[in-house]
């Protein structure tokens, strides 16, 4: 059975190269080719997980080794795979997530001509996100982080002749790639600190760590803690996330949703062992989730874009996850519980986005939508279940595991703990906010839909069946999630063993905080009924006050980078081309025309009259010999 | 020491050879240069007998002096014994540079020769004797230490006279004609079919630079060396000349029996005089204009 | 006097033929002055060889001279063809030596 | 006597070179392609032979193995001496591998004119190109093979002939000012390599007087020994003068400019035998040469040199990023590559150096991969320029895929070779300069910003005008990228074999310079070293 491992993330990979090197003729098999991988996996996943099941907790996680990757005397770089609780759940996740979305690909793309590179790419998605989770080794798992973000990069850019995705896809990869900076030093770090990288010993070493160790945890701790960002869109890397939704939808549902971008939160969950002795790090993990969820939490009250505000509101949920997860073991579990109800809301939610798009001839102006829940039944209850698993009305599963979250915030005690738990519970009134302006724009009020600019109207539609199931299976699991794990404590009792646990001592009652979250969901959604149900949405946005402006911009942060970044680095690179024309190659011009210069001046010298050759001879032996009576005269 | 003869010798040699040198460099005809140079030669010619050296003293007169001394005014023949250096120097600061680095290079040499000790003397007539005379010396030198360098001058004399002949050789441009091809030549072009007459026809000086006369009386001037004529040193014939040969092939009808010529009249001979002066002219002319762009 | 004397008289000579060859521009009296330094030069060794009183330096002297005739012989053919294709004696003449 | 394979792996392609230019003159196309096989052949021998040497190497045994010497000019102690340890095997290996390639990707760039009346112009060039290639080949395998210092020098600086007329000669661009550049490339390089090749002949003289022979191995044993000692001043000016002419090969910053511009100027084929084979010849030599010969002075100047290096990365880096010339970007992405190799070099750790012996390779065959697929695009549209392309993922998605697995290969995604390599490298330097290290790191964003950016001008976006007619790759072209693109693969997922061979070569090779790897930090706690 464990070495079934292998061939999880095997099957997709060899999906992704077939799709990939098969030619032409796979088109008309590929995408079934694709989905039916997908679902193996998902298979040999099941699999695994009831294996798991039936040993005993101490004998749940399995090793398996491969082959030695690269050795260089210290440094042995091995590729095995480590099965726990954790990378199980994150399997299941993102086999079950991925399948579901293949299913729903085979309709959303059918009429794409590029469709079976689309399922390539979605196969070696999976492989590499399967190879992230499953690795036992910060390099292995390095393989799979750059991977995903492979995989992300063709797929963000799948329609490339339109160079708003093409650039979309650069910056994705780019600022991914300043996370992934991160990744390398930290794997430095821990090298030369423990002289390994992987799991099992460097979390040995480091739960044993000294105050000489604690430095360089801390260290390590931060450059893990960038790495997340980059990869999960955290403050400050979190600007490509917006962007990235120039990819199609079931994209942007799988990577940019369920699986990809959740990646940074199972980075600092698995090196739980490395934060647990790093408080400094632990406490900027903390910051940067509190300051996400606000700031993507206020982008996704503003955007007209149904995809960007969903891409907000991701951002926001990750900010979430990742504020639990630097709580400590008090936060892990319920981090990596919101990741997976997360995955299935989330996933449902822009699935539903994608089927309205489908529906509306690609439009993704929500202010162009309204009244849609009369055309599209079955979107706009799967859509709405969704939407209140979000938005954590009980009993649906959201309300389960962000309450723990805030539980948690307030738990980590002192003012700290106040602070961060205000900040969980203002994000979770601007979360019932903003969902209900998407809902309520898109799905009731007056139809804003017109003409386009060739004279089609569009006419709003019902998806096709393949669509829809993966929706109500995903709509199902936001609506039960919640609910199951937490019954019985299962889910915790599941992960504590790999992450560890721990009670926190809130200064208020949970009751209370959970009555406090209760009331301001209800206030978010009566001020965006006010805002949007009552009165009829404008069709083009109104000019709106400061902070929205600036929210539709993304806070600015694009500006910012521009200015600075962009446009400093291009000004850094033309100062450089021209420094290395003028001043390097100049300098060797230089001197060559110099030379030059001198020698065109000399060479008057060799008039051609043999005279005057012969009076330097005449000279010449003069000279020598004049010396040479002075060397002796001196010796 | 030396003897007080040796020394008065030196001191005369000294003087003529210096002068010589110096006149060879000053002179700015070549061949006066030649003959200054002739001059020195002969002295250090001497200046080698009188120092034991009486082999060498020999071939510098028969071999320097003799030959290529002579090798030497040919050439200048050949190029020309008027042509002259003239006395502008194109280059620049040569001449002060050539004067004052000589003097230095000059003071070099003397200052290095007074300093070397060079007081006592052996004298070349111990090393003469031994060997039973100077020739004698040489010789058993030449062909016993130094023959092989004796034999590798007799490869280089070799070449450097086959050299000489490469060098001087002048290719053919076009196919030598055959004389059955030059009479036939001169058949079709019909201007003189016949040979050339001979010059020197009642020559009294230097006969090839008179041209002969023909029937008429008049001078052939084909009949003088091309060269010669334009070199303008054709000898003209006077109407003078014609009146005596007149008188002599008077004087000489009876005895030889043959009918006296009617004696030329004044104005012949005037007209014949007249021409004489126009072609001296010419010819002159045409040498100067030579020299004149030779420089 | 000393035997020394003619070496002074064989370095005059030498730098009047040197200062010759760089002042005159007729090639043949340039030859001419170069024999002029081959003379002083056997001068010297002729002197050299009764100061030392053997005979290789008359050896070497007699070499020279070879030597110079071969040399002249030479030279001279080669000013005969110069002076054919160029009219003209001069060494400035000859100054096709220049870039 | 046993066979003399190193001998003959670096004769064959000599001799072919020599034959192919015997070859008679092409008259139509057929005789002109006789005159390309010839030399394929020959290539394609070499690299079988490369293969047998690679396969009789015993990793961990003799240092030196499949030695041969013989008496060459010995009253200098010089010597024909012949043997490769792990790391000259590789890169043999490497340098037989791309030049078959390189070939089958210049099956026409020398092709001779064939005027619109349809008369084949009958010239040598075509066969001259393919033998210069070859003796391209020769000279560098013989340069990996030398443990003469003098037999090296004379091959490091003859590879300069044939590569000087391989620039001036066969550039893509023909008429006037264009051509005006390529000759000057050609001197440029030229007078780079010249330069850097007598100051480094004047360090080999100054060797011999110090350790009156030539020959490589006695030298590093009487150095182990202390038969032979430098004075610091002595080591240091020797260690200089060899430096300078192989940074100047390397090439290191600020010694790189004339790399740009022979790259740029010369057709993709020879600008892969530029960067990935004969500057190769300047990294190993410093591995070989610098740091056997003058242990002490390495460490001395080591830091120097790791400065230069990281500026090298981010430089090349930056300026790659700057250009508007395809050709010239891929060049400075060099000088950015060739900063990795010589950082991991002078980390004096078995990590960089493993790194960057495996840099050499993985560089190789990368930028074979990346910078022919971008021939192959010149070629179709006859420009350079980055601004003429645009949107030809769309008319040519083969070629488009190729050119995006190579510059993914740049910019050392894991899984594909370049990522071991780089990696290692930035490790070993960590282990050492941790300051450097994490400054280096960034040269991977850089990475991924020119060469994406790259993709994205030239690749996506809506079909430029002109980019309607390009053509996808041909079944010669495929040839060519797929194999490269395979051991890309091979090399980045199970790079261990590699690893293997070169590791004892490293220890070797430091263990002469004096340093071991740091111990981890935890390690040193436990002891009580901290």
Not at chain 3, 7 to 20: D, E, P
Request: aromatic residues 10%; glycine residues 10%; proline residues 4%.
């Amino acid at each position: 059975m464990d070495n079934l491992i292998p061939v999880l993330v095997a099957v997709p990979l060899l999906g992704a190269a077939l799709l990939l090197c098969g030619g032409r003729r796979l088109d008309r098999v590929g995408h079934l080719l694709g989905t039916f991988l997908a679902f193996a996996s998902f298979g040999v996943g099941l699999a695994l997980f009831f294996s798991m099941l039936g040993r005993s907790v101490d004998q749940r996680p399995i090793h398996d080794h491969l082959f030695t990757w690269i050795p260089v005397n210290g440094f042995q770089a091995e590729v095995g795979f480590q099965l726990d609780q954790l990378s199980m759940t994150f399997v299941l996740l993102i086999t079950g997530v991925g399948s579901l979305i293949h299913l729903y690909s085979i309709g959303y793309m059918a009429h794409d001509e590029k469709r079976r590179r689309f399922f390539g790419y979605l196969n070696l998605f999976l492989a590499a996100m399967l190879l992230l989770v499953l690795a036992d080794n910060y390099l292995l798992l390095y393989v799979g982080w750059e991977g995903v973000g492979l995989a992300s990069y063709l797929l963000i850019g799948f329609w490339q002749h339109k160079p708003s995705a093409a650039t979309a896809a650069k910056k994705a990869f780019l600022v991914n790639r300043v996370g992934d900076v991160g990744l390398s030093i930290a794997v430095m770090l821990m090298f030369t600190t423990f002289g390994t990288f992987a799991f099992t010993p460097v979390f040995a070493d480091a739960s044993k760590a000294t105050q000489a160790t604690q430095a360089t945890l801390t260290g390590i701790g931060l450059m893990l803690l960038l790495a997340a960002c980059g990869k999960s869109a955290q403050v400050p890397l979190q600007s490509w996330l917006g962007d990235a939704m120039e990819g199609p939808t079931p994209v942007s549902a799988l990577i940019h949703a369920a699986t990809m971008v959740t990646a940074g939160v199972y980075l600092i969950t698995r090196s739980s062992a490395i934060f647990n002795q790093a408080p400094t790090a632990q406490l900027a993990t903390v910051v940067v989730g509190a300051v996400t969820l606000l700031f993507g939490a206020i982008v996704g009250c503003a955007k007209d874009d149904i995809k960007k505000a969903l891409a907000g509101s991701t951002m926001s949920q990750i900010g979430y996850m990742v504020l639990a997860a630097g709580l400590g073991p008090i936060g892990y579990v319920f981090a990596i519980m919101h990741l997976v109800t997360h995955g299935f809301f989330k996933a449902g939610l822009f699935l539903g986005a994608g089927s309205v798009m489908h529906g509306m001839n690609d439009e993704v102006d929500m202010r162009k939508y309204g009244g849609l829940a009369k055309y599209m039944k079955w979107t706009t209850v799967t859509f709405g279940l969704g939407y209140l698993a979000i938005i954590g009305v009980p009993p649906f599963s959201g309300f389960y595991t962000k309450d723990k979250i805030i539980e948690a915030a307030f738990g980590h005690g002192g003012t700290e703990g106040w602070i961060l738990g205000t900040c969980a519970v203002i994000g979770a009134a601007v979360t019932a906010f903003y969902m209900t302006r998407v809902m309520l724009m898109t799905f009731f009020g007056e139809k804003r839909w017109a003409d386009d600019a060739d004279g089609h109207q569009p006419h709003p539609h019902e998806s096709p069946k393949i669509m829809v199931i993966p929706m109500v299976l995903l709509a199902v699991g936001s609506v039960a999630g919640g609910f199951l794990f937490n019954w019985n404590d299962s889910f915790v009792r599941w992960l504590s063993p790999v992450t560890g646990v721990a009670e926190g001592n809130p200064p208020l009652n949970p009751t209370v905080i959970q009555i406090l979250t209760g009331v301001v969901l209800v206030l978010g959604v009566a001020v965006a009924w006010m805002m949007y149900g009552r009165r009829p949405v404008p069709a083009t946005p109104p000019l709106g006050s400061l902070l929205t402006r600036a929210a539709r911009r993304d806070l600015l942060q694009d500006d910012f980078n521009h200015v600075v970044l962009v446009s400093g680095g291009s000004h850094l690179t033309r100062f450089l081309v021209y420094l290395e024309g003028k001043g390097l190659d100049g300098l060797v011009n230089g001197i060559a025309a110099l030379v030059g210069g001198t020698s065109g001046r000399v060479r008057k010298i060799q008039n051609g009259y043999v005279r005057s050759y012969a009076l330097s001879m005449f000279g010449g032996a003069l000279v020598l010999a004049v010396t040479t009576l002075l060397m002796r005269a001196v010796a | 020491m030396t003897s007080t003869g040796e020394a008065v010798q030196f001191w005369v040699l000294a003087v003529i050879a210096v002068g010589g040198a110096l006149g060879m460099v000053l002179c700015r005809k070549a061949v006066h240069s030649a003959l200054c140079l002739a001059a020195t030669m002969i002295a250090l010619a001497i200046c080698y007998m009188a120092q034991g050296a009486v082999f060498l003293g020999i071939v510098q007169i028969v071999v320097y002096t003799g030959a290529i001394m002579m090798l030497f005014l040919f050439v200048v023949m050949l190029v020309g014994v008027s042509s002259a250096d003239s006395v502008k120097e194109v280059l620049k600061g040569q001449r002060v540079a050539a004067v004052v680095g000589g003097i230095g290079f000059g003071v070099l040499l003397c200052a290095g020769i007074a300093n070397a000790n060079l007081h006592a003397f052996t004298g070349v007539g111990a090393a003469n004797e031994a060997a039973g005379g100077n020739v004698q010396g040489l010789a058993s030198l030449i062909f016993t230490r130094y023959v092989w360098a004796f034999e590798v001058t007799g490869a280089l004399l070799i070449t450097a006279a086959v050299g000489a002949m490469v060098l001087t050789h002048r290719e053919a441009t076009e196919v030598r004609q055959s004389q059955r091809e030059l009479a036939e030549q001169r058949v079709r072009l019909g201007t003189q079919v016949t040979p050339l007459p001979a010059p020197g026809v009642y020559a009294r000086h230097n006969a090839v630079d008179a041209p002969g006369l023909l029937p008429d009386g008049t001078p052939a001037e084909i009949s003088v060396n091309p060269t010669l004529r334009q070199r303008g040193q054709m000898r003209q014939l006077g109407s003078d000349l014609l009146r005596r040969m007149g008188e002599l092939e008077q004087s000489t009808a009876g005895w030889l029996g043959r009918k006296a010529p009617k004696p030329r009249s004044g104005s012949e001979l005037a007209h014949v005089e007249q021409r004489g002066t126009e072609q001296r002219g010419t010819g002159q002319r045409e040498s100067e204009q030579r020299e004149v762009e030779s420089k | 006097m000393n035997p020394v004397n003619y070496l002074y008289l064989a370095a005059l000579l030498f730098t009047i033929g040197a200062v010759g060859v760089l002042v005159r521009r007729n090639a043949i009296v340039l030859f001419m002055c170069v024999e002029l330094m081959l003379n002083a030069c056997n001068l010297a060794l002729v002197t050299f060889s009764r100061l030392h009183g053997n005979l290789d330096g008359q050896i070497i002297a007699f070499f020279t001279m070879v030597v110079a005739a071969a040399e002249v012989v030479v030279g001279l053919a080669i000013i005969v063809s110069v002076f054919r294709t160029r009219h003209s004696a001069s060494v400035d003449d000859t100054n096709l030596m220049k870039l | 006597m046993s066979f003399p394979l190193l001998t003959v792996t670096a004769a064959l392609p000599a001799v072919g070179a020599i034959l192919t230019a015997a070859l008679p003159a092409a008259t139509d196309t057929r005789s002109r392609d006789r005159n390309k096989v010839v030399p394929l052949a020959f290539s394609l021998a070499t690299l079988v032979l490369a293969c047998v040497a690679t396969a009789r190497f015993t990793p961990g045994g003799p240092r030196f193995q499949l030695t041969e010497y013989h008496s060459w000019i010995s009253q200098f102690g010089i010597g024909y001496s012949l043997g490769v340890d792990g790391i000259a095997v590789v890169l043999v290996l490497l340098t037989a591998v791309l030049v078959p390639f390189v070939m089958l990707a210049s099956w026409h760039d020398a092709d001779p004119v064939v005027d619109d009346r349809g008369t084949f112009e009958r010239n040598r060039r075509t066969q001259g190109f393919f033998a210069l290639i070859l003796a391209v080949e020769a000279m560098v395998v013989i340069s990996f093979e030398a443990t003469d210092v003098f037999l090296f020098y004379v091959f490091f600086e003859a590879m300069l002939i044939p590569m000087y007329f391989l620039i001036g000669g066969f550039g893509d661009r023909t008429k006037g000012e264009d051509a005006k550049q390529r000759s000057y490339a050609a001197v440029k390089f030229l007078l780079y390599n010249l330069l850097g090749g007598l100051v480094m002949l004047a360090a080999v003289i100054g060797l011999y007087t110090r350790a009156h022979t030539f020959d490589l191995v006695s030298i590093t044993t009487a150095l182990q020994n202390g038969s032979l000692h430098f004075p610091p001043v002595v080591e240091n000016a020797l260690f200089l003068g060899f430096m300078f002419a192989f940074a100047v090969k390397a090439p290191l910053w600020p010694l790189h400019t004339w790399l740009p511009n022979a790259m740029g100027e010369a057709t993709a084929g020879v600008a892969v035998l530029i960067t990935a084979v004969v500057d190769k010849v300047g990294t190993y030599a410093m591995l070989r040469f610098c740091l056997n010969l003058f242990p002490e002075a390495s460490k001395t100047f080591a830091p120097a040199i790791l400065v230069l290096s990281v500026i090298s990365i981010l430089y090349g880096a930056l300026l790659a990023v700057g250009q508007k010339d395809i050709k010239r970007l891929v060049a400075y992405a060099s000088i950015s590559h060739f900063g990795f190799i010589i950082l991991g070099i002078f980390a004096l750790t078995s990590q960089g150096q493993s790194g960057a012996a495996l840099y050499m390779v993985n560089h190789g065959v990368s930028t074979a991969a990346w910078l022919l697929v971008a021939g192959f695009l010149m070629s179709r549209r006859g420009s350079r320029l980055i601004a003429d392309y645009g949107g030809v993922q769309k008319v040519a998605p083969v070629l488009a895929g190729t050119f995006l697995v190579g510059g993914l290969a740049i910019l050392s995604l894991p899984g594909l070779g370049p990522f071991v390599s780089e990696f290692l490298v930035l490790v070993g330097t960590f282990e050492r300069y941790p300051a450097l290290g994490i400054v280096a790191t960034a040269g991977i964003v850089l990475a991924a910003l020119y060469v994406l950016v790259l993709y994205q001008r030239t690749m996506t976006g809506p079909v430029k005008a002109g980019n309607e007619g390009v053509k996808d790759l041909k079944a010669r072209e495929l040839v060519v990228v797929a194999p490269l693109i395979a051991m890309l693969l091979v090399l980045g997922i199970y790079p261990k074999p590699i690893a293997d061979i070169v590791n004892p070569s490293v220890n070797q090779t430091l263990s002469q310079v004096g340093r071991t790897d740091p111990a981890p930090h935890v390690v040193n706690a436990i002891g009580g070293g901290q």
